[in-house]
């Protein structure tokens, strides 16, 4: 007779011990900036620039929260403009990739998935590879220094995810339902638009925020380098211009790059469980 | 017929917006950088035609140690991430109570703005007041405070652990969904045989493990190769060049110094590295399914 299932996750005490203390190293590696930085940001500067090196602030307070406002004169509007570029990215990319994943889960036609390798392609040339010509693109046509500059070539880059993860997504929504609309007359784009689209909602909502995320976490280079004017720079720019200062206040620097990562940290908190998931889907072949 | 081509077409109209996106912003581009390597475009108004010349300065100048030093910059970082990674996969996956908890306190290297990170790391590696050296030193360690950014071969080392550190959470996650991939009933059959714990994860799990492996490598090497934020905000390629990869000259080439010609050449030869490691890897994954097959 076979024992439950359940008996081969038991664990000897000892083995309990061993998993927790690889947790332990493991987190504290991933974890450590962040404790360090958010203890920075409560410790006053004379403190900060004293040996020995504490790890505990004396008398920490959260004074840099404030000071910071006044220090970094254009933080909230940093702020603003990072959500402005990673918004309209996001729109950009849905707009492209909802279509694109439709046509690559249902459709079969010659080249599909030659297609789609190219696509995921796409992203061995992220980077600063193709800075020089996008650089002499928008010069010429005269957009270095706008939104345009450092929204456009950054969605290019968050399609291929967006592709492969809508496209996981939606090839599994039952095949019949297409193909009861399609017997009860309706057309193609009606289908998509009035079958696929609203059942497809929670995988389009998850690829959003990812490509929302991406947008956030990953403009710097052509922020840096297609935009030179302050009041457009998003806040990784912006904060580095700080940073790269001969003096830096570090604990202005670490309390502002709190409140920066604060929407990201928002959004890991409420949307945890579709996140995991929906970040390594399609990860593995089904 | 006329459905299926009705399809078809319907197939290509849904495609073309983002094909033509990426086109104009990618296959364009890329082609322009392969017929700029082959003139001295710059800011001047006029670009000449200079044939093989710039790809001739880069093999004499010091662009063997930079071509060197980026791989095993990326060497080092690809392998160290994948370690780090499965084994805080292989922890993960354990059946313990708060797994879940922790699983989401991975992601925040991955979540939080790069830039962000690396600003953190700045701190970190701070010579006079910055905790690593600071814990060295109440240690006992090392003697004297250690400006880790400002010596070549610390700087060199700082730089791989944090692009370690960002991509981290990614391999962890993705190395835990394909442990989870792996059937349950191997383990249960296993264990009523009475193999052990790490009997059965050196037997079952890592050999399944191997596809997701490098499948992983794969998309780190490609990203690491091309890793630009950590090291232009940590040390701008310096100290005298000692953390200067290839993505890094070519920047400082292109941007810097406006070579726009020089700076494409460099751009090529990434390229080329990269559609080399593509092909290997595509050769690897083929061979690897048709052993399955067979």
């Known amino acids: 007779m076979r024992e439950p299932p359940q008996l081969i996750n038991r664990y000897k005490w000892y083995e309990i011990l061993g998993i927790y203390a690889g947790i332990a190293i493991f987190l504290t590696f991933v974890l450590a900036p962040f404790v360090e930085g958010f203890l920075v940001s409560l410790k006053p500067l004379s403190q900060l620039f004293s040996s020995p090196y504490r790890f505990i602030p004396e008398n920490g307070s959260f004074e840099a929260y404030h000071t910071m406002w ?24 849905l707009i492209l990739v909802v279509p694109a994943a439709y ?38 046509l005269g957009v270095l220094n706008t939104y345009f500059a450092m929204i456009v070539p950054g969605v290019a880059f968050l399609i291929p995810s967006a592709i492969w993860l809508l496209r996981t997504y939606m090839a ?31 995988g389009i909502v998850v690829v959003a925020i990812t490509t929302f995320i991406g947008a956030y976490a990953q403009q710097f280079i052509y922020a840096l380098t297609f935009n030179s004017k302050s009041e457009y720079a998003p806040l990784p720019v912006g904060l580095f211009a700080y940073f790269g200062r001969q003096e830096v206040v570090w604990n202005e620097l670490m309390a502002a790059s709190f409140v920066g990562i604060a929407p990201a940290m928002i959004v890991i908190f409420f949307l945890q469980r579709y996140l995991v998931s929906g970040l390594t889907a399609g990860a593995v072949k089904q | 017929m006329s459905v299926q081509r009705n399809a078809i077409i319907f197939a290509w109209i849904l495609l073309l917006p983002a094909l033509l996106y990426v086109t104009a912003i990618v296959a364009y581009p890329l082609v322009d950088t392969f017929i700029l390597s082959f003139t001295d475009a710059s800011l001047k108004k006029t670009t000449n035609w200079v044939g093989w010349a710039n790809y001739d300065k880069i093999f004499n100048e010091t662009f063997a140690e930079v071509i060197i030093r980026t791989f095993v910059w990326t060497f080092f970082s690809v392998s160290i991430k994948m370690i780090i990674g499965t084994f805080g996969a292989a922890m993960l996956n354990a059946a313990v109570p708060g797994r879940a ?36 030193q109440r240690f006992g360690l090392v003697d004297g405070p250690v400006a880790f950014l400002a010596q070549g071969s610390t700087a060199f080392w700082a730089t791989v652990i944090t692009d370690v550190w960002i991509g981290v959470p ?13 059937p349950q009933d191997l383990y249960e059959a296993a264990w009523t045989d009475g193999a052990g714990r790490f009997y059965r994860f050196r037997r079952i ?35 005298s060049g000692e953390t200067t990869t290839m993505i890094i000259d070519t920047y400082k080439t292109a941007i810097g110094s406006n070579k726009y010609g020089e700076g494409a050449a460099r751009a090529v030869l990434i390229c080329i590295f990269l559609s080399i490691f593509c092909l290997c890897y595509f050769r690897v994954t083929s061979r690897l399914s048709a052993n399955d097959k067979r």
Not at chain 2, 213 to 234: A, K, Q, V
Request: glycine letters at 8%; a positive charge; zero cysteines.
């Open chain 1, 70 to 93: 006044e220090h970094v004169p254009g933080f909230a509007r940093y702020i603003v403009n990072s959500f402005v570029i990673s918004g309209a990215a996001t729109v950009i990319v």
């Open chain 1, 103 to 140: 046509a690559f889960a249902r459709f079969e036609f010659r080249g599909s998935g030659l297609l789609l390798g190219a696509f995921l392609a796409v992203n061995m040339f992220s980077g600063a590879v193709l800075l020089i010509p996008l650089f002499r693109l928008m010069r010429s």
């Open chain 1, 172 to 202: 599994r929504i039952p095949r019949e339902l297409d193909e009861a609309a399609f017997v009860d007359g309706a057309s193609h784009f009606y289908t998509l638009r009035r079958v696929i689209l609203p059942i497809a909602m929670p």
């Open chain 2, 101 to 136: 908890l922790f699983r989401v306190l991975t992601m925040p290297p991955w979540i939080v703005p790069m830039a962000i990170g690396i600003f953190m790391w700045g701190w970190m590696y701070n010579g006079q007041f910055g905790m690593i050296s600071g814990m060295l």
């Open chain 2, 170 to 182: 990614m391999v962890t996650l993705y190395m835990l969904a394909g442990m989870q991939a792996i």
């Open chain 2, 205 to 239: 799990t890592l050999p399944l493990l191997v596809p997701s492996m490098i499948t992983m490598s794969m998309l780190s090497l490609i990203s690491t190769f091309n890793s630009f934020d950590i090291i232009w905000i940590l040390t701008r390629g310096g100290p």
